[in-house]
């Protein structure tokens, strides 16, 4: 059975960086059928698709255009598991954050716990 | 601004049949990506409710039900209960934007 466990802060001040982590177990973030996601919610934007990473042969990453130029996510092969950076972040950034597989023809079919991330000085 | 529309709100009683709509466009839906459904609740993890258009995970009751024609995608269900009062999203690819995308949501309100 894959889990996905998220780690990382739930306050972040305004114009740092927001910095959450998600352990994968039972299945590889360098699996050639997987995709590894960021999404976030929160009540003025719904859900939200941020990022992902995934590799086929090579590494890859897909940002979404509103965050693009401040968001970073990075595999980590030896730890199995993928991180999520945001730099200079607002308090539009607030939300709860997800970490999520997308398997192809199935959806984002696993999904880590969530962490409310407050940005806030 | 999601590229996927949903109506904002739905309603219904106890016991009826109630449909969310999911317009999208010849890049996502009409390009034959597929189109997935998700329930959140607050706080809590979105549960993935249909796969594939119109394919239910084991545990899913099948009152909750996908189609998918042209350039939109419905989530039905009938039979509706206190218990389905959520937020619902849909969500697919987008050839344009190179990356999935979710729908606006939509609020079932149960009566």
């Known amino acids: 059975q894959v889990q996905l466990q998220q780690s990382g802060p739930g306050l972040v001040k305004p114009s740092q960086t927001l910095s959450l982590t998600c352990g994968i177990s039972?299945?590889?973030?360098?699996?050639?059928?997987?995709?590894w996601n960021w999404i976030r919610q929160s009540p003025s934007r719904g859900l939200e698709w941020l990022g992902r990473?995934?590799?086929?042969?090579?590494?890859?990453?897909d940002y979404e255009l509103s965050v693009k130029g401040r968001i970073t996510i990075d595999p980590d092969t030896s730890k199995n598991q993928f991180s999520l950076q945001l730099n200079s972040v607002t308090p539009e950034d607030t939300a709860i954050y997800f970490c999520?597989?997308?398997?192809?023809?199935?959806?984002?079919?696993?999904w880590g716990q969530g962490t409310t991330v407050t940005v806030s000085s | 601004q999601s590229v996927l529309t949903q109506p904002p709100s739905v309603s219904g009683a106890p016991g009826q049949r109630v449909t969310i709509s999911c317009t999208g466009s010849s890049s996502n839906i009409g390009a034959g990506f597929d189109v997935h459904w998700y329930q959140y609740l607050p706080g809590i993890a979105p549960k993935r409710l249909i796969y594939g258009n119109n394919n239910r995970p084991s545990g899913v009751p099948d009152r909750f039900s996908g189609s998918k024609s042209g350039t939109s995608a419905s989530l039905a269900i009938t039979g509706l209960q206190a218990e389905d009062e959520a937020d619902y999203y849909c969500q697919s690819f987008d050839s344009r934007l190179s990356y999935y995308v979710f729908g606006t949501g939509t609020k079932v309100t149960v009566l």
């Open positions: 039972g299945d590889s973030v360098s699996s050639n059928s997987g995709t």
């Open positions: 999520a597989r997308n398997t192809q023809g199935y959806g984002m079919d696993v």
């Open positions: 990473t995934f590799y086929r042969s090579k590494w890859y990453n």
